[in-house]
């Protein structure tokens, strides 16, 4: 099973940009989808994009146009690059594959 490692999480102002990694402890290459999820303080867990094997990609309607998900199969990492962040992206972030999950990255979107 492989194990994943989020970070670049933290805190930024409205507008501002993040980009979040998640590390693979083996070749993420033909393991299938990785996604990005994210849970707000008292709300349920929510799918934010995900990327194929093929690198096709996938976004939920409130984060296109403003976040990207891409991959980097020499370094077994997947990168969410996040812009035009608004309070509401507020929320700790998981990285998912196949049924691994990290441990999260906590993003805090405020003035």
């Known amino acids: 099973q492989v194990q994943l490692v989020e970070s670049g999480g933290g805190l930024v102002q409205p507008g501002g940009s993040l980009r979040l990694s998640c590390a693979a402890s083996?070749?993420?290459?033909?393991?299938?989808?990785t996604y990005w999820y994210r849970q707000a303080p008292g709300q349920g867990r929510e799918w934010v994009a995900f990327i194929t094997n093929d690198g096709s990609t996938i976004y939920k309607d409130s984060v296109k146009g403003r976040f990207t998900i891409s991959r980097d199969n020499a370094k077994n990492t997947v990168y969410l690059q996040m812009n035009s962040l608004k309070p509401e992206d507020t929320a700790i972030y998981y990285c998912?594959?196949?049924?691994?999950w990290g441990q999260g990255t906590q993003v805090t979107v405020s003035s």
């Open positions: 998912n594959s196949q049924t691994s």
């Open positions: 083996r070749s993420i290459l033909n393991i299938g989808s």
